[in-house]
């Protein structure tokens, strides 16, 4: 497969991943590790992911101008508060786990159960919230829950952070919509300090010579624009969807990783 492609196909896999609850981590590992797509850099893996981040700061450009607008809201200052706590109570963690050098898996078993557990929750919390309003208030014990949720995926390649910190938000009363926004714009910082730090680790260990940055910027692009194009449908789509279907994709993709693992091992 020439390169150009490969790239194109990992940056549309990381753009359409990213912000759905199924994993961007999960969907990058499993491909380079099975052999189905050539296996990149985890720089390559990282910078493509600004794209994705940036795409969705294009989506909320208006909410973004909306809240830097209004400073002098106190609603306005409460949700900036939160969302600001609840990046330092995930930075704050990241540098802990990278501080006790947790190593995450990077074999397909984990990931596949990590998906089929995840859908399984989501299916579950679905049940939980059917036929309920939620609200659009996000509390300080959410954004406390919410930031566990991210963490609790960076720990677990295939959980989503995405997901997790959507499904966390709701499962403390936060409508759909909202939860979902709350979700998004937090990632924003949150991606891209992970990814800055990522970076920076990288090209201080390794240098930036092996990597071919012409495809590096094709992946980047490629990311950022399928990411565009999702979470502009995913916002519409929680309006008046549940994440049913996501959770059935998860379950089916983790039970067929898992039995294709276990042929291999056989």
């Known amino acids: 497969m020439p390169d150009w492609l490969s790239v194109i ?86 540098l802990v786990i990278k501080k006790l050098d947790v190593e995450l898996p990077e074999t397909v078993p984990p990931v596949a159960w990590a998906t ?27 954004v406390a829950a919410v930031a566990a949720a991210q963490l609790l995926a960076a720990v677990f390649p295939g959980t989503s952070r995405s997901g997790a910190s959507i499904m966390m938000a709701m499962a403390f009363g936060i409508a759909r919509p909202a939860a979902t926004e709350f979700s998004f714009l937090l990632g924003i910082p949150t991606l ?31 990311s950022a624009l399928s990411a565009f194009v999702v979470v502009k449908w995913l916002i519409r789509f929680v309006q008046s969807h549940t994440f049913n279907s996501f959770a059935i994709y998860r379950i089916l993709l983790g039970a067929g990783l898992l039995i294709y693992a276990a042929t291999l091992n056989h």
């Open 192 to 222: 891209m300090a992970a990814g800055g730090l990522k970076i920076f680790s990288e090209i201080k260990d390794h240098g930036v010579g092996g990597e071919d940055w012409s495809m590096v910027a094709l992946g980047t692009l490629v």
């Open 116 to 142: 089929l557990i995840g859908g399984i929750i989501i299916l579950w919390l679905e049940r939980v919230y059917r036929g309920k309003a939620g609200t659009t208030e996000i509390t300080w014990v959410v």
């Open 9 to 94: 196909l990992l940056g549309i896999i990381e753009g359409v991943t990213e912000f759905l609850p199924i994993s961007s981590t999960g969907h990058l590992l499993i491909p380079q590790t099975l052999g189905w797509l050539p296996a990149k850099s985890d720089l390559f893996n990282v910078v493509i992911q600004s794209g994705a981040v940036l795409a969705v700061l294009a989506v909320f450009t208006q909410r973004v101008k909306q809240l830097a607008f209004s400073l002098g809201s106190p609603e306005t200052r409460d949700y900036l508060a939160k969302l600001a706590a609840a990046f330092i109570l995930t930075a704050a963690g990241g």
